[in-house]
């Protein structure tokens, strides 16, 4: 779990979570006794930024599980909207972390965490703010609904400095055009966790699905 990452040019960040891999697994996890299997199928196949969104109860124990029990796992909190959830998640072992949107408390919050962060944009004028602070890397949301690789093609052009993830409506299929563009770093979907998978427990499934995720680039 303490493998040497990748350096990033994010301010204070020790890695960039664009770099870890070609997509990051949203995870949402509803029995805290599922966190680890399933984070070891994930990594078993090549996805080892795994992103926990805080949406349920069981959120904090599996990100505390994760990071205790998966070497080789970089887990990191998803849909932080406030900066007591930060604190929060950095307690319980989060790497990174992952908005939807940013606000001013809470780009401060992250900042001060001390571990690198994704801020959600879906405008050019919330990129070229995050950019005037010094952020780089953002997380682009959500994605097919703002206008998908258009979009992202568009702002590569006057914003050539800030790269993405882009994540919310993006598949298997999708997935190949975001990672195409020369602002992508990765990409974030929950493809290869289907609930059905989830649900009867078939880590090897996941497994595989995950595989297929990460050879996509």
Known sequence: MNTPLPSSG???ASFSV????PVVPVVVVEDVADAVPLARALV???LPAIEVTLRTPA??????AIAAEVPGAVVGAGTVLTPEQVTDAVTAGARFLVS???TDALLAAMRASGVPFLPGVATASEVMALLERG????????????GGTAYLKSLSGPLPQARFCPTGGIGPDTAPEYLALPNVGCVGGSWMLPEDAVAA?????????????????
Not at 18 to 21: G, P, Y
Not at 59 to 64: D, F, K
Not at 201 to 217: H, I
Request: glycine share 10%; proline share 6%.
């Open 201 to 217: 427990r078939d880590w090897e499934r996941v497994e595989r699905l995950a595989r297929e995720a990460a050879a996509l680039r």
């Open 10 to 12: 994010a301010p204070g």
């Open 100 to 102: 939807p949107g940013c």
């Open 135 to 146: 952020v780089r890397e953002m997380k682009f949301f959500p994605a097919r609904a703002t």
């Open 18 to 21: 664009l770099e870890l891999a």
């Open 44 to 46: 078993a196949g090549g």
């Open 59 to 64: 959120a904090r124990g599996a990100i505390r």
